[in-house]
C-alpha cells in the first residue's frame, strides 16, 4: 500500500536541514509520497527509519520473480478486488502437470506436447508458460532427472513439486540459475524447504491445511528473510478454492501480510471439462498461477481466453493499427472489405477472411478502438471516416474495381458511402461468422 | 494466527423473482423457477447466502434455425423444425424454464402475422409444463404487434417476456402488466441505461419486483470482460442497496457462444485448437461460469455437455447454500 506525505514524514529525522535539495523534511515526505523522490536522497535517515518505511511501502502482494533471463517470470503485486477498478496486472501463470512416476514413452509424449502449447489467438501468442515437475515418485533421482528433462523438452521453467526438502534442494540444483519454483506439499517440511530456496535463490510456494496455519508459516519463513514466497491455502475444489483465493486477497489487501503473497490454486475436478472450468474461474478470481492437468489444446484454451478477457486493461479499447490489411496473394481482383479498428472486430474479419482462402484487402478503420455499432452510434464509423480511411489507404491504386464490402450491422450507411467515395458498396454478412461463406459463395467481382 | 474477518458489509440483497404459475396461481406450469436473492458475492458462503442456483433455460426457435454448428445439429436437428417437439426435448435435457425465441415473425425471416406465434406459444405450453422465457424477433414495429397477443395468449402464465429498451418499451410493459407476466428489460452492456430502463419501465406503474435485467452478453474471447466487469459494477451496486440495480440478470450465453470461431470452425482449426465436438461445449460452459462468477441468476444456455458441466459446477459452488 503506498503511504502518504505524513506516514513517511513520522520516519524522517525532522531537522529540516536541507541536504536532500528540499526546503524541510515534510517537503521531501510529499515528494517521496508522490514517487518523485526515493529515500537514500536523504543521508540522515536512520537505519530502523529505513527497515520501517521499506516494510512499509511492499506492496500489499509480494511481487515474486519465477525463471530468469529471457524466461523471468513475475506475478503479485495486484491491488484490486475488482478489474474494473483498476486492472489486474499480471496475468496468471499455467502450469501442466508431469510426474515422475510415468513411463518413459508416456513422460515425452506429454511433454512434448506441453513444449507445443502455445495458440495464435485475435493476433496474439498465447500459451502455458511452466511445467509442474511431480515428485510422485517420492524419489530423489528420478525427481531429479525429469526437472532437467522437463525443462529442456518444454522449454520453460518449472514448478519443482515435492513432499521432501531434500529433493527439492537436489532438483534445484540441477536447474541452478534457471530460478524454479519449488513447492513444498508437507507444511513440517516448510521450513528447511525455506532454507533451502534461499541457498539456491529460487521462489518457495508453501501449502497449509487453513489459511491460519498458512499465515503462521509465512510470517516463520519470512522471518528467516526469504520473501519470494507463493501461498497454497490446501484447499482443493471449486468451492473451497473460490473461497480461500477471495479471503487470501481480500486480507492482502488490508495489509495483512502474512497473506500477502501471490496463490497458487490445483484443478482437481473429475472431469476434463470441469478442470476446464475450475482453471478458468482460479484465472479470474485471483490465482496468481493455476497448476492443472489439462493437456489437451480444446482444454487450454478457453482458460486462456479467459485470462486474455480478464486481464484486458478496461481503461483501454483494444485496437490494432488502422490501416490496408492484406490476407493471401491479393491482386487487382481481390474484394475490399471495411471494418473498424477495435481489435476484436479485427481480428474476427481476418480470422475468417483467412478461412475463406479468398485473397483479400481489409480496410481497418479508425474507430479509436471501438466495434461496429459502438463505432457507428458514435459517429466514428459513417460515410466520411470510411471514405476517408479509403482514399488516404492507397487501395484505389492496388486495386481495378470499386466496390467494398460494408458490415451488413451498418448497411444504413451504404448510400452515404457510394455518394461520398464514388465506390459501390456491397452488404455483407452481420456476424464476422459469414465472411468465410459470403466470400466463398456470395461474393462476386 | 488468526486472519482479519474479510466478510462485506453489505446492505441490501439482489430481489427475487418467480417465473411461471402453477394451477394453484393461475396456471397450469408444473412448477416455478425463483431467480435472484443473493446476498454477497458469488459464490461465497462466508459473504452472503446465495439462496437460488442460477438457473437454466434452454433455446428453442420457432423454426429450424439457419447455420448452427454440427455439435448442435447432433443434439436437435431432428426435432428443431417443430418447436413443440424441440421444447420437448429441451425439458429432458434438464431445462429449468424454456426459452422461446419468436424470430419467423420478422420482416425479413418469413414475416409471420401474430396468429402464428400465437398458436406456437400456445403449443409449447400445452406440450412442456416449464416456465416459458418468449423473446420477439427485435424488429419493433412487428413485436408491438405480435408480442401483445402473446401475452394475451399467455394469460396468467407469470412468463418472462423479452425485451423492453430505452428506447422500446410502451408496447411490451403494458402487455406484460395487462397480462401478469414478468419483463426482461435490455440494455447495452451499460449501468446507466439499465437503470434507465428500469425507471421508464416503473415510471408506467410496471412493478420493480418483476423486472430481470439483460445487460446483454458477449463471449468468452470476444469482449466478455465487458459483461463481467458490468456484472460485478451491478452486483456491488445491488449489495450496496441501489434498488435500481437489484433486479436478477439473465444473460443470453448460447446465442452468443456458439457464434465465435471457437465454437464453430471445425476440421480447419483442428488441429491447431482440438476437435469442434470437445471445443464448442467447451466455449459455452465456461462462457457461461466465467461469467457466474462476475453475478448472473439465468442463462439461456444450448449444449448439453455446456449444460451439465455448468450444473456439476453450480452444484460445487453451492455446498452449504441454496434451501
Ligand atoms: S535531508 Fe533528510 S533530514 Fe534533511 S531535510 Fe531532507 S529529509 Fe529532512
Known amino acids: 500500500m503506498a503511504l502518504t506525505g505524513l506516514e513517511i514524514y513520522k520516519h524522517l529525522p525532522k531537522t529540516n536541514c536541507k541536504d536532500c535539495g528540499f526546503p524541510t523534511c515534510l517537503a521531501f515526505a510529499m515528494k517521496m509520497a508522490a514517487k518523485q523522490v526515493s529515500l537514500d536522497k536523504c543521508p540522515h535517515v536512520t537505519p530502523e527509519a529505513k527497515a520501517a518505511l521499506e516494510s512499509a511501502a511492499r506492496p500489499p502482494i509480494q511481487l515474486v520473480t519465477i525463471g530468469a533471463d529471457a524466461q523471468e517470470l513475475k506475478i503479485g503485486n495486484e491491488t484490486q478486488l475488482y478489474r474494473h477498478e483498476e486492472k489486474f496486472y499480471r496475468p496468471t501463470l499455467l502450469a501442466v502437470r508431469v510426474w515422475d512416476t510415468l513411463e518413459p514413452t508416456a513422460l515425452s509424449a506429454r511433454l512434448e506436447a506441453i513444449a507445443g502449447l502455445t495458440f495464435e489467438r485475435v493476433g496474439t501468442k498465447v500459451g502455458v508458460e511452466l511445467v509442474a515437475v511431480d515428485n510422485a515418485s517420492g524419489d530423489a533421482a528420478r525427481f531429479e532427472s525429469l526437472a532437467r528433462q522437463a525443462v529442456e523438452v518444454t522449454g520453460r521453467p518449472a514448478v519443482l513439486m515435492s ?118 474461474t482460479y484465472v479470474a478470481k485471483y490465482a496468481a498461477i493455476v497448476v492443472t492437468d489439462l493437456i489437451e489444446r480444446w482444454q487450454l484454451l478457453p482458460v486462456l481466453a479467459t485470462r486474455q478477457d480478464i486481464f484486458t486493461d478496461p481503461q483501454k479499447p483494444v485496437a490494432v493499427q488502422p490501416k490496408l490489411y492484406t490476407v493471401g496473394e491479393v491482386g487487382a481482383e481481390s474484394p475490399v472489405l471495411v471494418t473498424t479498428n477495435f481489435s476484436l472486430t479485427y481480428y474476427s474479419v481476418e480470422g475468417e477472411v483467412e478461412a475463406s482462402r479468398v485473397p483479400a484487402y481489409i480496410l481497418s478503420v479508425d474507430t479509436e478502438g471501438t466495434s461496429v455499432l459502438t463505432a457507428w452510434a458514435s459517429d466514428k464509423f459513417n460515410a466520411s471516416t470510411i471514405t476517408k480511411a479509403l482514399k488516404a489507404s492507397g487501395i484505389e491504386e492496388r486495386v481495378a474495381h470499386r466496390k467494398l464490402i460494408l458490415p451488413g450491422l451498418v448497411a444504413v450507411l451504404s448510400a452515404g458511402v457510394e455518394d461520398e467515395s464514388g465506390w459501390l458498396v456491397q452488404i455483407g454478412p452481420k456476424e464476422a461468422s459469414g465472411i468465410s461463406s459470403y466470400l466463398k459463395n456470395q461474393w462476386k467481382n | 494466527m488468526s486472519i482479519p474477518e474479510v466478510k462485506e458489509k453489505w446492505s441490501a440483497r439482489v430481489s427475487e423473482v418467480t417465473i411461471g404459475a402453477t394451477p394453484a396461481q393461475g396456471g397450469t406450469r408444473a412448477r416455478t423457477v425463483t431467480i435472484g436473492g443473493a446476498g454477497g458475492i458469488p459464490f461465497l458462503s462466508f459473504d452472503g447466502a446465495l439462496p437460488h442456483p442460477p438457473a437454466i433455460a434452454i433455446d428453442v426457435l420457432d423454426k429450424q434455425p439457419v447455420g448452427w454448428p454440427k455439435p448442435l445439429e447432433e443434439v436437435y436437428g431432428d426435432v428443431w423444425a417443430d418447436p413443440v417437439q424441440w421444447a420437448r426435448r429441451a425439458k429432458e435435457l434438464g431445462a429449468d424454464l424454456i426459452n422461446l425465441r419468436l424470430t419467423g415473425i420478422h420482416p425479413d425471416e418469413g414475416d409471420w402475422p401474430p396468429s402464428k406465434a400465437v398458436e406456437i406459444v400456445k403449443a409449447v405450453l400445452e406440450a412442456v409444463d416449464l416456465p416459458l422465457i418468449v423473446w420477439g424477433c427485435d424488429f419493433p414495429e412487428k413485436d408491438q404487434r405480435v408480442m401483445p397477443k402473446v401475452a394475451e395468449a399467455a394469460q396468467g402464465e407469470r412468463c418472462l417476456l423479452g425485451a423492453v429498451s430505452q428506447t422500446e418499451y410502451r408496447t411490451l410493459t403494458a402487455a406484460a402488466q395487462a397480462y401478469g407476466h414478468t419483463l426482461i428489460a435490455a440494455s447495452p452492456c451499460d449501468i446507466n441505461i439499465a437503470k434507465q430502463v428500469n425507471i421508464l419501465v416503473t415510471d408506467m406503474g410496471f412493478p420493480l419486483s418483476d423486472i430481470v435485467i439483460y445487460p446483454s452478453t458477449a463471449a468468452l474471447g470476444y469482449g466478455m470482460e465487458y459483461i463481467y466487469s458490468i456484472l460485478e459494477r451491478g452486483r456491488l451496486a445491488a449489495l450496496s442497496g441501489d434498488k435500481l440495480m437489484a433486479q436478477p440478470v439473465i444473460l443470453d450465453v448460447g446465442f452468443e457462444a456458439w457464434r465465435v470461431k471457437e465454437a464453430r470452425a471445425d476440421e480447419e482449426m483442428a488441429d491447431a485448437w482440438g476437435p469442434l465436438a470437445y471445443r464448442g461445449p467447451a466455449w459455452e460452459a465456461v462462457t457461461a461460469t466465467d461469467l457466474l462468477q462476475g453475478g448472473a441468476d439465468l442463462l439461456i444456455m444450448r449444449h448439453p455437455e455446456a449444460i451439465r458441466a455448468v450444473r456439476e459446477a453450480v452444484g460445487q459452488l453451492m455446498q452449504g447454500d441454496g434451501k
Open chain 1, 163 to 280: 513432499a521432501k526438502a531434500d529433493n527439492l534442494q537436489r532438483a534445484a540444483r540441477a536447474l541452478s540459475g534457471k530460478r524454479p519454483l519449488l513447492y513444498i506439499s508437507d507444511p513440517q517440511q516448510a521450513l528447511a524447504a525455506a532454507a533451502v530456496a534461499k541457498a539456491e535463490n529460487c521462489p518457495l510456494a508453501v501449502r497449509a491445511e487453513s489459511l491460519e496455519a498458512l499465515a503462521e508459516l509465512t510470517s516463520k519463513i519470512a522471518a528467516t528473510g526469504l520473501e519470494q514466497i507463493v501461498i497454497d491455502p490446501g484447499a482443493r475444489g471449486l468451492k473451497g478454492t473460490l473461497e480461500a483465493l477471495t479471503r487470501i486477497r481480500r486480507a492482502a489487501l488490508k495489509n495483512f501480510r502474512p497473506l500477502g503473497y501471490p496463490a497458487i490454486a490445483f484443478t482437481t475436478a473429475a472431469t476434463p471439462l470441469l478442470q476446464v472450468v475450475e482453471a478458468s
